[in-house]
């Protein structure tokens, strides 16, 4: 979904890499490829104009300075906006169902024929029997559902949400196509009362566009039944179209939530990102495959991590601010400028910081798709290892060795090896890679040190 987003956004991040800070300039560059992004998506246009807005209000006044590149600040304040667009400004739990404390809690399904209403009511149905709902985060057990099909133009939808019933493993109140949709409701909620549902769900019918007559019918139900969520299907592969059947239905109906079907068919995922800002509902569910077991709550903050296929960058991002120590680093660059030469004891504050960083196996699992199979390719065990290996033998030299590692001869090695617990080879190996350190610390003192690590971490 929004692959388009994902790549304009990778790109802004690389040419971001090694400026300092965000400029009106360089905002301006990847706010141009958000828009594009979304305009693709298909994404309504009131929305995007308004997403790119408040993006831009945000990057400019964000501080940069902490974090290590430009670009990651951007994406991250890009995330924030997505993740608030979607819904997630309304609270943690705003996509949960909520249920009656006296039951049946009555749930009233809304949408145009073909949107995936009668499937949804039985995904619903089969989620809720399982246990899936929550309160506040909470899993409130198995509930004890009955469906119903209000829909008497179509004596085939009354037949399939029986069929769908059965899959899901929940009961069936039969209706027939002679009988009123309000009839129908009022024998189901009597229905549902009588036999102690937890929860009712109410199919209803659709039809091909919005109509007068269908709105009535609807209206008339939401009525007699009083439900306590009125969920609006719809079916994501409509794009802009999607927004617009949403605000009919919102202005006729008091909705509580809106459920986006097909989204596994959507590659664009402009829907996504309008309903809820046109209609102010929440989403609270999504259709991702045509089996009943394809149904998922919706978390904005998810969706737009999957947006940006960025896995857990963000929380990343910030680990790896917290781990190093920018006054370390601003001691190293000032030291670096006026001259003096990395010596061993840089390298060994150098190391410390690594270290720093963590646990370099929670570090690599927070990676996105992309580098995970790099990632499982390095033992972060070993790494961290070696780390703690290097530092052995660091510590196993003078102060002087350190300062001026060229004293290092082969009888001091063979001293510092034994003092650490290791192969002298192993003692070469850490001096090359000193040695290669100090070179790269040659080339970067025009940039500065700080530069370099936000290269690193870009
Ligand atoms: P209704 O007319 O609104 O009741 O729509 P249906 O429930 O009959 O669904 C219409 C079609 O969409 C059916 O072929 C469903 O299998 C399909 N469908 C519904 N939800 C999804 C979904 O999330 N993903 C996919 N791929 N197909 C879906």
Do not use: C
């Amino acid at each position: 979904m929004l692959d388009n987003l994902t790549t304009r956004l990778a790109r802004v991040v690389k040419t971001l890499r090694g400026e300092a800070r965000l400029t009106e300039a360089n905002t301006q560059e990847m706010l141009r490829e958000v828009r594009l992004a979304l305009l693709e998506a298909d994404v309504a246009l009131p929305v995007v104009r308004e997403f790119v807005a408040r993006v831009r209000e945000k990057a400019l006044g964000e501080e940069v300075a902490g974090s290590l590149t430009p670009g990651q600040a951007l994406v991250g304040v890009v995330h924030k906006e997505l993740t608030a667009l979607m819904g997630g400004d309304l609270g943690p739990n705003a996509s949960e169902l909520s249920l009656a404390q006296q039951p049946p809690a009555v749930i009233l399904m809304a949408g145009l024929q073909g949107s995936g209403k009668t499937t949804t009511t039985g995904k619903l149905a089969r989620w809720l029997a399982e246990g899936g709902h929550t309160q506040g985060g909470r899993k409130t057990g198995r509930k004890k559902v009955l469906v119903v099909s209000a829909d008497v133009y179509r004596p085939a939808a009354i037949e399939q949400l029986k069929t769908v019933a059965a899959q899901a493993g929940v009961d069936f109140l039969p209706s027939t196509a002679d009988q009123k949709p309000e009839d129908i409701a009022r024998g189901a909620l009597d229905h549902a009362r009588r036999y102690h549902y937890d929860v009712l769900i109410v199919d209803t019918a659709g039809r091909l566009g919005i109509d007068e007559q269908l709105m009535n019918e609807i209206r008339a139900l939401h009525a007699i039944l009083d439900p306590i969520e009125t969920l609006f299907v719809v079916d994501a592969m409509l794009g802009q179209d999607a927004v617009n059947v949403a605000k009919a239905f919102n202005d006729a109906l008091p909705l509580t939530g809106v459920v986006l079907t097909k989204l596994d068919g959507d590659a664009r995922g402009g829907a996504a990102l309008s309903v809820r800002h046109i209609t102010g509902k929440p989403l609270k569910f999504v259709g991702v495959s045509e089996k009943l077991a394809g149904l998922e709550p919706f978390h904005p903050e998810r969706m737009a991590q999957r947006v940006l296929g960025m896995g857990d960058i963000l929380s990343l991002v910030e680990e790896a601010q917290k781990a190093i120590d920018v006054g370390e680093a601003q001691k190293l660059a000032a030291k670096l400028k006026s001259g003096d030469k990395f010596d061993l004891n840089d390298f060994r504050a150098q190391i410390a910081q690594m270290k720093n960083m963590g646990d370099m196996g929670s570090i690599l699992e927070k990676l996105p798709a992309q580098f995970s199979q790099a990632a499982a390719q390095v033992d972060s065990k070993q790494a961290g290892k070696q780390i703690r290996r290097m530092e052995g033998i660091l510590n196993s030299m003078t102060n002087l060795e350190r300062s001026k590692p060229e004293l290092l001869k082969a009888s001091r090695k063979r001293r510092i090896a034994a003092g650490a617990g290791v192969q002298v080879q192993e003692v070469n190996r850490m001096l090359a890679q000193f040695e290669q350190m100090q070179g790269m610390m040659k080339q970067m003192k025009k940039g500065g040190l700080a530069k370099m690590m936000r290269a690193m971490g870009g």
